[in-house]
T-cell receptor, first 109, second 113 residues
């Protein structure tokens, strides 16, 4: 069966450290993968999209990698801040999009 | 300002009652989606529409109905057949079938009285 899994429900890190979130999938061959941020009681907000022919993409303190051989994407937040605390969702194209359950990140000052 | 608007923010349903959640967008997007989110769960697709007057069932369509009479509007009705309707409902839109960059509304929290 097709599955998209995010490695942990919750991740706590110290301010200033790099947060790394994982998204694994099985039985899909997505053309691209997306990452969204969701704050409590709000709708998700698009962050980054990475295509299957791209190994890495960056946006400010965010970095995403996409390994189609491992069927995995890694999402990094460098120099993390308490304001980065939120749930982060990965999604892949399967017409329509399929979302993972998300990882709740808490950055502790 | 362009965006996607959901209303109401909070909604209460009595047993046996149908309720309708509103979703309007002024982004000129062709595709619109309804997702349900339960605590600690991911987004599950209820219905989606890629063009006016056409829509498809998602993974959990039972107990829900939709219409797409206008490009801007995609209302969701939670019927009395949906026995566990308490959840956070999210509407989203995007330009086309490739689903690049979904824009989400702020959600409607539906609770049962």
């Amino acid at each position: 069966s097709q599955k998209i899994e995010q490695n942990s429900e919750a991740l706590n890190i110290q301010e200033g450290k790099t947060a790394t979130l994982t998204c694994n999938y099985t039985n899909y061959s997505p053309a691209y993968l997306q990452w969204y941020r969701q704050d409590p009681g709000r709708g998700p907000v698009f962050l980054l999209l990475i295509r299957e022919n791209e190994k890495e993409k960056r946006k400010e303190r965010l970095k995403v990698t996409f390994d189609t051989t491992l069927k995995q994407s890694l999402f990094h937040i460098t120099a993390s801040q308490p304001a980065d605390s939120a749930t982060y969702l990965c999604a892949l194209l399967n017409t329509p999009l399929v979302f993972g359950k998300g990882t709740r990140l808490s950055v502790i000052a | 300002d362009g965006g996607i608007t959901q209303s109401p923010k909070y909604l209460f349903r009595k047993e046996g009652q149908n309720v309708t959640l509103s979703c309007e967008q002024n982004l000129n997007h062709d595709a619109m989606y309804w997702y349900r989110q339960d605590p600690g769960q991911g987004l599950r697709l209820i219905y989606y529409s890629q063009i006016v007057n056409d829509f498809q069932k998602g993974d959990i369509a039972e107990g829900y109905s939709v219409s797409r009479e206008k490009k801007e509007s995609f209302p969701l009705t939670v019927t009395s057949a949906q026995k566990n309707p308490t959840a956070f409902y999210l509407c989203a839109s995007t330009w086309g079938a490739t689903n690049e960059k979904l824009f989400f509304g702020s959600g409607t929290q539906l609770s049962v009285l």
